[in-house]
């Protein structure tokens, strides 16, 4: 029993720094341009499908996990440019909305190209294989993954925190108004911010592909997860999405040992308990 | 009286409908015509986006499809139970989302959305998960398709007076100060979030009858119609017939399942078209085919269009 | 006289800033009582506790001797309490007529009774619409969309909105803001016909507005009071001169 409950802990942890690259991503989108990313779901997806194709070019799994997360990006700017930049002085209700039928077209796309049926990433050589962790045996692949979300993560946070454009984008999330009148062009920062979780979005869905495999699907999927992240988190908050993110895997992957059934509900329950204890989240001040 | 006019015209489009369409296509056309309405209450008239609408919709069409097969209780208890029950689980659902504005009740609209599919999707043993929920028989009066129509049309009729008159009640009134100036509506003494659950508890009622005859028209509930993309259709149908005019949704929703039906049958990918049309009109046409025809007949009568979507 | 609004000790901090600090005043029935200040004096945060906008962090807020601090906005119509919008603030849409109604209707008499019946045959509202419309000359307006009316009438629609609620007190924040000097002067006549009838508070940082309507006259200055008097008083205030005066001249 401790062995099970040990190690779907990690595994929860896992998913969890999945899901929390892909919230932040998300977050930041959210505070900065005031839309949630109905897209976003589909980015993720396109990260793991262009990893695939990139990986059966050049044969290399990082090479393809550095490479595919950059087509994402500039499938985020293309969005960014040709609708959400029209649609400023609209409703933002309509931003949204354009959001969402580009999702749909995006996971139409995914089944054309790549063909509706799933399939699987390996991980890459000399991560294949398990660790003995003592407590477990646990997938070094994982293992992995566990460190180089955290340090994606933890550059993310630097870049936020420590350099002027990450300060700029901050201080979007905080006041956009300021910012504009501070002279800054708030086209480019939302561009930015838009390319940025784009990018994260991107990474995750590389990372997650020998994980959770690859379906047409899979954006579909982790959207509503990483809308329940966001809102738990608070309005744009980065480390509540990174917390929110490991609590979500967690609280999935420990329910699956006691109720499997009730494993994908468990979060959506989560969220609900939040609203009414701490409706601005877990770092929210609004 | 423009609305008579409109009104009786629908009346004529009603008796005529089944000989242009196949009886259930037209059938399905007012099922989700009163499900695109219901969300114009909340959308158009009250300014809150439901993501949503899905949970009600499947909720009242498990509860029918539930009832039917297990219970065997006469059509109207059926109808009456899976109503109140997608109006109960409003009332909880809404009262969480009504919380928290914009955004954020966009978000959690969804999210309680896919909570739902997931209890349909795993309780397989009530539901027939993945598989749907077969079974759902009519009464023998009802079997034929063009007397189910006849039936479906006549509450069609009587869904749409009701929310006329809900439109036109001093509720309906209120909401639409909400949507327009949510602050000033408060400070003139409307507890908003109450008019706000209010508005979204009666959109879920109708919405969750809808449900409950969809079931009984196709005999099965699909797992779709409980899943979140139900709820990016039924938006869709409310915005391309146009939120802006009582009567836009029920164009939008006629449109939809034209399109849904004729398209799907020869291209497997027809979200793609979906999601097409549905960008040009986010992008281009926010007012939907109203604003379509209110350009169109501001040309003719060279007044100009005063077309204002909410 | 008795205070009808009675401000004691309110605070309010954003963080480690504080807008308002430790601010008491008293509102006697009937008069007109102004507060002025600079921007950013805290003007609008101690209105914005008063109508339930923010919450204080300290201090109590007293009308007609009962306590409603941190009573939600909604709740101050129905014990007499009504504002207006430094920004105008109308339902857009909606018309003049139903703005107004949208008022009366939340402060309507008889409650209960049939529901769905059309708005406009709501019992008893329709003469407080109409009488608001014709107390600020709008009635020739009532079916247009108010979006459409000039800026100076939303204003005025904006006050019609407040009186349609019957109130006592009357709290307007800023009701020359962005007004143009035409329009100014004629929503501060029509201020000066309110006086006496209504218990009102206004803020402003216009000091010449202030000055020729009030009865009394509040001074803030960096979220505490700085002085408190009649118009003349204030105005040979040393203190003000040098806070406020001082630096226009």
């Known amino acids: ?286 | 009286m423009r609305d008579r006019w409109i009104f009786l015209l629908i009346v004529g489009v009603l008796a005529v409908g089944p000989f242009v369409q196949r009886e259930v296509i037209a059938t399905e056309i007012l099922i989700f015509a009163v499900v695109a309405l219901a969300n114009n209450l909340i959308l158009g008239y009250t300014g809150m986006l439901s993501f949503g609408q899905a949970t009600f919709f499947g909720v009242g069409a498990y509860a029918a499809g539930l009832l039917t097969i297990h219970a065997g209780l006469p059509l109207p208890v059926v109808l009456a139970a899976a109503t109140v029950l997608a109006t109960g689980l409003a009332v909880l659902i809404g009262a969480v989302c009504v919380q928290r504005i914009g955004l954020y009740f966009i978000m959690l609209t969804f999210a309680f959305n896919q909570m739902f599919y997931f209890i349909a999707y795993s309780w397989t043993t009530l539901t027939g998960g993945e598989d749907g929920l077969p079974g759902v028989r009519r009464p023998a009066a009802l079997a034929d398709d063009l007397t189910f129509y006849v039936l479906v049309a006549l509450l069609f009729l009587a869904c749409l007076l009701l929310m006329k008159r809900v439109v036109d009640s001093p509720w309906g009134r209120v909401f639409r100060a909400i949507r327009d100036n949510e602050a000033r509506a408060a400070a003139v003494g409307h507890d908003v979030r109450r008019y706000k659950l209010l508005s979204f508890t009666i959109s879920a009622a109708f919405t969750g009858f809808a449900g409950a005859l969809y079931s009984l028209l196709y005999g099965i509930v699909p797992i779709d119609a409980i899943h979140w993309l139900r709820s990016g259709d039924i938006v869709f149908m409310t915005l391309i017939g146009g939120s802006g005019h009582f009567f836009g949704p029920i164009i939008g929703a006629a449109f939809f399942i034209w399109l849904s039906e004729t398209v799907s049958v020869v291209w497997d990918r027809w979200p793609m078209i979906l999601g097409v049309v549905f960008a040009l009109v986010v992008l281009f046409l926010r007012g939907g085919v109203v604003e379509l025809i209110r350009r169109g007949h501001g040309l003719v009568t060279a007044r100009g269009g005063a077309a204002t979507a909410p | 006289m008795s205070a009808l609004l009675e401000v004691r000790d309110v605070s309010k901090s954003f963080g480690a800033v504080a807008a308002v600090a430790g601010v008491s005043l008293a509102v006697t029935e009937g008069r007109l009582h102004s507060i002025i200040g600079p921007n950013g004096a805290g003007k609008t945060t101690l209105f914005n506790c008063i109508t339930g906008e923010v919450q204080p962090t300290a201090g109590r807020i007293l009308y007609d001797g009962r306590d409603i601090t941190g009573l939600p906005p909604h709740a101050l119509p129905a014990l007499g309490i009504a504002r207006s919008f430094q920004r105008t603030s109308i339902f857009p849409t909606l018309t003049v007529a139903e703005n107004v109604w949208v008022s009366a209707y939340a402060r309507r008499e008889t409650r209960g009774g049939p529901v769905l019946v059309p708005a406009d045959r709501v019992e008893g509202v329709g003469e407080t619409v109409r009488a608001a419309l014709a107390e600020v000359g709008l009635a020739a307006h009532a079916e247009r969309p108010a979006a459409v009316l000039a800026h100076g009438d939303q204003r005025l629609l904006d006050f019609a909105i407040a009186l349609a609620a019957r109130p006592r007190l009357l709290l307007l924040d800023e009701p020359t803001a962005g007004l143009s000097r035409q329009e100014t002067q004629r929503v501060i006549a029509y201020i000066g016909t309110l006086k006496g009838r209504y218990t009102i508070v206004l803020i402003e940082h216009k000091m010449d507005v202030v000055m020729t309507l009030s009865d009394r006259v509040s001074v803030m200055y960096f979220g505490r009071l700085l002085a408190e008097g009649t118009p003349p008083e204030i105005r040979g205030d040393a203190r003000v001169r040098e806070a406020y005066l001082g630096k226009r001249a």
Do not use: C
């Open chain 1, 1 to 286: 029993m401790l062995f099970l409950v040990v190690s779907q802990i990690i595994n929860g942890v896992v998913t969890g720094m999945i899901y929390a690259l892909v919230g932040v991503g998300l977050t930041l989108i959210l505070g900065v341009l005031n839309i949630p990313n109905f897209a976003h779901g589909v980015l993720f997806a396109f990260g793991a499908y262009i990893l695939l194709s990139v990986l059966q070019v050049v044969g290399n799994f990082w090479l393809a996990l550095l490479i595919a997360p950059f087509g994402v990006v500039l499938l985020g700017l293309l969005l960014e440019l040709v609708g959400v930049r029209r649609l400023y002085t609209a409703h933002h209700d309509y931003q949204l909305l354009f959001l969402f039928a580009v999702a749909l077209i995006l996971q139409e796309t995914i089944i054309l190209i790549w063909g509706p049926i799933g399939t699987s990433v390996l991980p890459p050589a000399g991560l294949q294989g398990a660790v003995n962790l003592g407590l477990t045996v646990y997938p070094k692949y994982r293992l992995a993954v566990m460190g180089i979300t955290a340090a994606i993560v933890a550059g993310t946070w630097l870049f936020l925190t420590r350099t002027n454009v990450g300060a700029i984008v901050r201080a979007g999330i905080e006041n956009r108004e300021m910012v504009a009148v501070l002279g800054i062009d708030i086209q480019k920062v939302f561009a930015l911010t838009f390319g940025l979780g784009a990018w994260l979005a991107g990474v995750a869905g590389g990372l997650a592909s020998p994980i959770m495999g690859l379906t047409p699907s899979m954006g579909f999927d982790i959207l509503p997860i990483a809308f329940v992240i966001v809102v738990v988190a608070g309005l744009g908050s980065v480390p509540g999405a990174i917390l929110a993110g490991i609590l979500t895997g967690v609280a999935q992957s420990l329910t699956t040992i006691v109720f499997p059934e009730a494993a994908n509900v468990v979060i959506y329950l989560l969220m609900g308990l939040m609203i009414l204890v701490r409706p601005q989240g877990l770092f929210g001040k609004r």
